[in-house]
């Protein structure tokens, strides 16, 4: 906690220059990407263009029959004819809202698919590059954006440039000098709408920056404001939320201004049109080359032609807008998923989990170097040393979150690249320190790991192995107990317990657990320990331990020291063999912490 808030002012000052990277760089190529591999309904997207045209086609008719009206040349027909383009109009509005609002909810559903399969199939490593909180934004608010965009805007831009042309046809016809008084103002209307969706670009992209910002700093703190009271921080914590808020108030209330200045210059552009339309046509009806009902159908004609100008810019800078999402989307769909070249089913298998010559390094520190052990299939092998040995990393090479730098790791003496996947992972049961669990049930919490419907009677007999099915069946919804978001609502033993319970269910050939028993009482850890010894009889067992007294017992213990593996053997054997694994042993009697 102290870490981020001290470094609070850096990271703003880091988000500010990757968003003014993100300003000059502009690409194309994200959003093009998108296009072709988020499955649209094309279908409903070109109906929504047909409805829209055949809108604009009624636009272009009305200014027509106004001017025969007031022309005097008023009949029924006329005047039917003239309603029913009206109505026409209205019908084909509701129309293409029905139809954009249902098309706009389903890519929206399609985005959000699209970015939550490539999301699933990314490498640990990429998210502890970039923090989950910080992807939300992009699954709900760019996804909502730019479904919306290929909903709405591309077929009002479409009906804009129809019309625009069309009328521009129809302008022609009347008196050249009108025709003239307008074009004067069109490159105006047009340079307006190209500097805005420039500056609509850079503003979203810092407005969208400073929100994520803000968000990852409270969703980093309120999980853990029981911390920031035992220290008594709620006024500095305070004063680091504010801060968060006012920089991301600062960069609205830009957005704002800038808003508002196209906006009065857009104003501006309109009453110097309307001005110049009715001093020309007032000076041309003195004249006598036009008559009133000339000049109001080409007065309506030249608000269509600068609404329509006016629409093609709105468009184009919505898609300005959206070019800044689409970059944000592909900086996580366009990063390399997890490899998984494999074909072999590990549920198959059966054998050895053997480390040969294996080295590894997070970024430029390595971590492992030329470790090689064999963790015998129906034994136990544990994996002890001081924090930082390489423990841990160890396990998340067995779980293939990381690959090796050099050297392999096999199963049943094939190399681990061999197997799929998630099929390797659906063969190890991995029971973490600090158990997690997802929003639900306790039944759908132990049930997780497995495919398919699970019995009761499944259900409770893993529960009992991993001694909390007196617990569950204490609850009054039993296994349909909400368990709260990541197990709130369950005390740390009842999760790790529930956790345990899981790999049980899972019954795979391999089981992983990193320091499993830490959070139980003597009992549980008792209970717990005799099953994961009947169950290591088939299957191969691989656990890391800082509490020496819960590995005494395994067949193999590695002991790590400075990323190698200074020795090998049975407790008794390192005992005498190993000083590092002896002197372990008397800290830990001695109630040191290793």
């Not at 070109?46 to 027509?64: E, K, R, T, W, Y």
């Not at 340079?191 to 803000?214: C, E, H, P, T, W």
Request: hydrophobic share 40%; glycine share 6%; charged share 20%.
């Amino acid at each position: 906690m102290i870490n981020k808030k001290t470094s609070a002012p850096q990271m703003m000052h880091t988000s500010h220059e990757e968003l003014e990277r993100q300003n000059k760089r502009q690409s194309w190529k994200p959003f093009w990407h998108l296009i072709k591999n988020v499955k649209f309904p094309w279908l409903l997207i070109i109906v929504c263009i047909i409805l829209n045209l055949a809108q604009g086609q009624l636009s272009l008719m009305f200014p027509q029959y106004t001017q025969e009206i007031y022309n005097g040349n008023f009949t029924v027909a006329l005047a039917v004819t003239a309603v029913l383009v009206v109505l026409g109009q209205a019908i084909l509005t509701a129309a293409i809202q029905c139809v954009a609002r249902y098309t706009s909810h389903l890519n929206h559903m399609r985005f959000q698919n699209y970015i939550w399969r490539k999301l699933s199939r990314l490498p640990i490593s990429y998210f502890e590059k970039n923090e989950p909180r910080d992807l939300i934004s992009r699954t709900t608010q760019d996804t909502l954006s730019m479904s919306e965009f290929m909903s709405y805007s591309i077929s009002y831009w479409l009906r804009g440039i129809y019309t625009l042309v069309m009328t521009v046809v129809l302008i022609t016809g009347y008196d050249w000098r009108l025709t003239v008084s307008q074009f004067i103002c069109i490159p105006l209307t047009y340079a307006i709408g190209v500097i805005a969706g420039r500056i609509y670009f850079k503003m979203n992209n810092r407005v969208q920056g400073r929100l994520s910002d803000a968000t990852r700093y409270f969703a980093a703190v309120l999980p853990y404001l029981t911390l920031v009271k035992l220290f008594g921080q709620e006024t500095r914590e305070e004063k680091a939320g504010n801060s968060w808020l006012a920089n991301q108030f600062k960069t609205q209330m830009q957005n704002a201004v800038y808003g508002l200045a196209i906006s009065f210059a857009e104003t501006v552009t309109d009453l110097i049109r309307t001005l110049v339309i009715i001093f020309t046509g007032l000076w041309l009806l003195r004249e006598g080359a036009i008559d009133i009902g000339q000049w109001i159908a080409f007065y309506q004609y030249a608000n269509l032609l600068n609404g329509n100008v006016r629409s093609v810019m709105a468009q184009w800078q919505a898609l300005k807008r959206n070019q800044g999402a689409c970059a944000r989307i592909a900086a996580a769909t366009d990063a390399e998923p997890e490899e998984n070249t494999g074909k072999l089913n590990a549920g198959e298998a059966s054998g050895n989990v053997e480390f040969k010559n294996v080295s590894f390094a997070y970024e430029e520190q390595n971590v492992l170097n030329d470790v090689s052990f064999t963790a015998e299939h129906g034994k136990v092998t544990a994996i002890v040393g001081p924090s930082g040995a390489g423990k841990s990393t160890i396990l998340n090479l067995v779980e293939r979150f990381y690959l090796p730098g050099q050297g392999s790791i096999s199963w049943a003496g094939k190399d681990a690249r061999e197997y799929e996947l998630q099929s390797w992972r659906r063969n190890i049961g991995y029971i973490p320190q600090d158990a997690q669990l997802l929003s639900g049930t306790i039944g759908e919490n132990i049930a997780h790991g497995v495919d398919g419907p699970v019995s009761r009677e499944r259900l409770e007999d893993a529960a009992r192995r991993a001694d909390i099915l007196d617990y569950i069946k204490s609850l009054p919804q039993g296994f349909d107990t909400q368990v709260g978001e990541n197990g709130a609502r369950l005390s740390g033993g009842q999760k790790q317990r529930i956790a345990i319970a899981r790999a049980i269910l899972m019954n795979s050939q391999i089981l992983v657990l990193d320091e499993a028993t830490s959070n139980l009482d003597a009992e549980s850890e008792y209970n717990v320990n005799r099953t994961l010894k009947e169950l290591s009889k088939d299957h191969t067992v691989l656990m890391v331990a800082h509490r020496m007294d819960t590995v005494r017992d395994a067949d193999k213990i590695v002991v790590m020291e400075r990323s190698r593996v200074s020795a090998q053997g049975t407790h008794g054997e390192l005992m005498t063999a190993s000083p590092l694994y002896r002197r372990l042993v008397e800290l830990q009697r001695a109630g040191v912490e290793v």
